[in-house]
């Protein structure tokens, strides 16, 4: 069973638009939901995490948004760029231990 | 942040045989490590947990005889696959925690395994 759905599958964004990639989870004991950026043949990367206390942060470029009620959180990545393409994975965890990751989301940002 | 490595970043080897992966924490104490499985454009899944001294835990439908983990130090975890068969071919990425909270735990650049 996926704890954590996400979606577009894939996505291709033009130059300095906005690349939105979104999550839902059912485990309502989730307290931490990171997203990783992964290049070919290389782990992931933190990006950004947020708790479920917040229903925002924002770091630069790139934002989350969370919606505790709906289960779903997404990622904002704002003026995107061709070094944005990557895989995106969202994910959530609780007591720190065990992270359940999304599918991923393959980003093509344009030039 | 704080760095954690894998070696080899690549192996090739013949079905049969046995493969070590190790993964280390370069500038910190782990006290907890990770070692997940990742198929080609597919999502990480976790296949163990083990804290330094203890023996892993393995998430279900993983072989423990198979996936051998042994966490010799703070700062290194080695996973062997034994009588390795080319389904085993895949990314192995470890992380590795040094606190409580989940943002001190950090990902490997991963190893690609090809069993032939």
């Known amino acids: 069973q996926q704890q954590v759905k996400q979606s577009p599958q894939s996505l291709i964004v033009q130059k300095g638009g906005i690349s939105i990639i979104n999550c839902a989870y059912e485990n309502t004991a989730f307290d931490y939901f990171p997203w990783y950026q992964q290049f070919p043949g290389k782990g992931p990367a933190l990006l950004i995490a947020?708790?479920?206390?917040?229903s925002e942060k924002k770091e630069g470029r790139f934002t989350i948004s969370f919606n505790k009620s709906a289960k779903q959180f997404s990622l904002h990545i704002m003026d995107s760029q061709p070094g944005d393409s990557a895989t995106y994975f969202c994910?959530?965890?609780?007591?720190?231990?065990?992270?359940?990751f999304g599918t991923g989301t393959s980003l093509t940002v344009i030039p | 942040g704080a760095v954690v490595s894998q070696h080899p970043s690549w192996v090739i080897c013949k079905s049969g045989t046995s493969v070590k992966i190790e993964c280390r924490s370069l500038?910190?104490?782990?006290?907890?490590m990770f070692w997940y499985r990742q198929f080609p454009k597919q999502s990480l899944m976790l296949m163990a947990t083990s804290n330094e001294g203890s023996k892993a835990t393995y998430e279900q439908g993983v072989e423990k005889d198979k996936f051998l983990i042994n966490h010799a130090s703070l700062t290194l975890s080695t996973l062997t696959v034994t009588s390795a068969h080319p389904e085993d071919s895949s990314f192995y990425i470890c992380?590795?925690?040094?606190?409580?909270?989940?943002?001190?735990?950090?990902f490997g650049p991963g190893t690609r395994l090809t069993v032939l």
């Open positions: 992380s590795a925690r040094f606190g409580p909270s989940p943002d001190t735990q950090y």
């Open positions: 500038d910190f104490q782990a006290t907890t």
């Open positions: 994910a959530a965890s609780y007591t720190g231990n065990q992270f359940y």
């Open positions: 947020i708790r479920p206390d917040v």
